[in-house]
C-alpha cells in the first residue's frame, strides 16, 4: 500500500542564509591553499635538510617559512622535527619526488593567484627538485 508522505523532503533544495557560512574571496582562497602547499613543501625541505645537511636547503627553507609567513599575516609556520631518520638513497629520492610535485602544486596556485614571489620561489624549487632527480 501506498502511504503519503506528511513531512517536508530532505531533498529539497533550500537556499542557506547567507550568514550560515563564512565567505572569503577567490583571492583569499587561493592564499590559503599556496601558503598549505608552501608548507608542506617547507616540511619535506626540513626532512631532506636533516638527513642530507646543505646549505641549499637551509636557504630554501628559509626562503619558504618567509613566504609562509607573508600569506599567513606575519605568523611563522609551525615546524617539527623531521620524523625519519631514514637515510637510505631510495628515500631521500622520494622526498625529492615528493618536493617536485608539491612545487610544482605551489607554482599552479601562485601562477593562479599571480603571487609573483610565490611562483618565482616555487619555479625555483621545482628545477632544484627536478635536477636533483635527474628530470
Known amino acids: 500500500m501506498y502511504e503519503q508522505i506528511r513531512d517536508k523532503s ?8 547567507a550568514e550560515d557560512f563564512p565567505h572569503r574571496s577567490r583571492e583569499e582562497e587561493l592564499d590559503i591553499r599556496l601558503a598549505g602547499c608552501l608548507t608542506a613543501l617547507l616540511t619535506v625541505t626540513d626532512e631532506l635538510r636533516a638527513l642530507t645537511p646543505s646549505p641549499e636547503f637551509n636557504a630554501a627553507a628559509n626562503r619558504l617559512a618567509v613566504q609562509v609567513a607573508r600569506l599567513g ?12 631518520r631514514d637515510s637510505s638513497p631510495e628515500h631521500v629520492e622520494s622526498l ?16 593562479a593567484r ?17 635536477a636533483a632527480l635527474g628530470l
Do not use: F, I, W
Open 114 to 130: 599571480g603571487d609573483v614571489p610565490g611562483e618565482a620561489l616555487a619555479a625555483a624549487r621545482l628545477r632544484y627538485h627536478a
Open 96 to 111: 625529492h619526488r615528493r618536493a617536485h610535485t608539491l612545487a610544482g602544486n605551489a607554482l599552479v596556485v601562485a601562477t
Open 73 to 84: 599575516d606575519g605568523q611563522p609556520p609551525l615546524r617539527a622535527e623531521p620524523s625519519v
Open 10 to 17: 530532505v531533498h529539497t533544495m533550500t537556499e542557506p542564509a
